[in-house]
């Protein structure tokens, strides 16, 4: 399973910077972006490598690449991950 990344909207692969613009694939871009990360619950967003993957009943599922190896790693919370890092940089 490869990680996708959307471009920032503008940029030569990205959307057009009109959220109005009529391209399907534009729009296309924008939903998958606008999605949630099943692991973090935060967006997706731009210049962010996610995968998508579908559900048994054909739901898109969108995790970032991040998030999905640190589950990887054995972690439980990613942000738990992360603010035990910085703690262990303090030391
Ligand atoms: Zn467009
Ligand atoms: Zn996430």
Redesign the pocket.
Known sequence: MAAISIPKPGTKYG??E?IK???S???RTREMINNKCEICRYKIGYDTRFYMSLSDRGREIYKHAMCAEMLIEGSTLPMVRLSAKKEFKNE
Request: net charge negative.
């Open positions: 959307p057009c009109d613009c009529i391209h694939d534009c729009q």
